[in-house]
């Protein structure tokens, strides 16, 4: 504003002196000049002075609008300055969250990395605990069988081995591991092969020595007089129903009296007709004693002792005892159909199943 100022006085000026002329000098000042005429007439001088005039104007106008172009040169600067410092600012941030970024994405590296490390270890001990848990259940499957294999030869009944099977097959199936698959399928097929497997019938062996135990005491001795008092009572008995006269009764009753004095018969053994009713009394409780032994020796499982057993007390019956009496026919039968089911026992085998126990726990 003050160069508009100054601008507009110096044209003002311009013109007052384009008005009115050249400045009046005094004698004292200047020698007197003698007065000339003048060369320019007075509108081309006015001519002049507006030209200036406008030429002032024109020069005002371009200052002012140079200076309102400083003004915004000037505020544009100022405000690039400060879009560029506060550019410095963001980008200096920007380098900060960048330094942060860079030590968070460490961080997280670092804790990615033991977070993998400790999966790594949590799956290798949830590997060995369930390794763990497959060895013991094998190991308890294992020894519940070989239990249930010693009662079962105890017993003579295959119902614990089966027992024990089973139960090892429904834990085997809880557990649905894929590495038991086969030994889940060696458990089915013993437990088949049982189940269609023949087993002695050991309580009926059992009722039928105690039969035999108890018919003991009934049997006819070889050398005993009562057969033949019995044979020659049913004889007289005979002939006296058929003699029909007193004295012909008489007569028969005296020659079988006379008869049985002597008694003739044909013992095959020399030494059973030597038998004193002492020694029949301990021939008979020998052979008790040997029905019992068996008796005993099948509850035990000790099928050869059983066997020697009645084989000997078949001696004795066929060598000591009547074979034409019904009672020791009737005995002998039973004896023998008792020796005849008295097979060699031999309880199915598991042997399958334990070659699939051994498998699973060597880890193959």
């Known amino acids: 504003m003050n160069s508009d100022a100054k601008a507009e006085s110096l044209v003002h000026e311009a013109a007052d002196a384009a008005l009115t002329g050249p400045p009046v000098t005094t004698p004292e000042a200047a020698p007197v000049v003698p007065a000339q005429p003048a060369t320019l007439p007075r509108k081309v001088m006015l001519g002049l002075g507006a030209v200036s005039l406008l030429a002032l104007l024109v020069s005002g106008l371009l200052w002012q609008k140079l200076s309102t172009i400083q003004e915004q040169l000037a505020r544009q600067s100022g405000d690039a300055t400060a879009q560029s410092v506060e550019a410095r600012a963001t980008a200096k941030q920007a380098q900060d969250l960048a330094r942060e970024s860079a030590a968070r994405v460490a961080v997280f590296d670092a804790r990615l990395s033991e977070v993998s490390l400790q999966r790594t270890q949590l799956e290798e001990l949830m590997q060995s605990l369930s390794r763990s848990r497959d060895e013991n259940l094998v190991v308890d499957i294992e020894s ?11 017993t003579g009944s295959v119902e614990p081995l089966l027992a024990a099977l089973k139960s090892a097959d429904q834990r085997v199936t809880r557990a649905a591991q894929p590495r038991l698959t086969p030994l889940q399928r060696a458990i089915g ?23 035999l135990v108890h018919q003991a005491d009934e049997l006819v001795l070889v050398n005993a007089v009562a057969t033949a008092n019995g044979l020659s009572l049913v004889k007289q008995q005979t002939s006296t129903a058929v003699a029909t006269h007193w004295w012909q009764r008489s007569l028969q009753v005296v020659f079988d009296e006379a008869r049985n004095l002597v008694r003739v018969s044909r013992i095959a053994q020399p030494e059973a007709a030597l038998l004193s009713p002492e020694q029949s009394f301990f021939l008979r409780e020998n052979l008790k004693l040997k029905l019992l032994n068996a008796r005993l020796g099948l509850l035990a499982r000790q099928l050869e002792s059983s066997r020697a057993d009645l084989a000997d007390a078949g001696q004795l019956i066929n060598k000591y005892f009547d074979a034409s009496s019904r009672k ?3 005995m ?15 309880l199915p085998r598991v042997d399958e199943t334990m070659a ?3 498998t699973a726990a060597a880890g193959r």
């Open 144 to 154: 519940g069988i070989r239990l249930a294999q010693q009662q079962a030869q105890l």
């Open 356 to 358: 699939a126990l051994t």
């Open 328 to 330: 020791t026919q009737t």
């Open 332 to 346: 002998a039968t039973l004896l023998q159909q008792v020796q005849a089911q008295m097979k060699a026992l031999q």
């Open 189 to 211: 097929r013993d437990i088949d092969r049982i189940k269609s497997a023949a087993v002695m019938d050991t309580p009926g062996l059992l009722i039928k020595l105690d039969e």
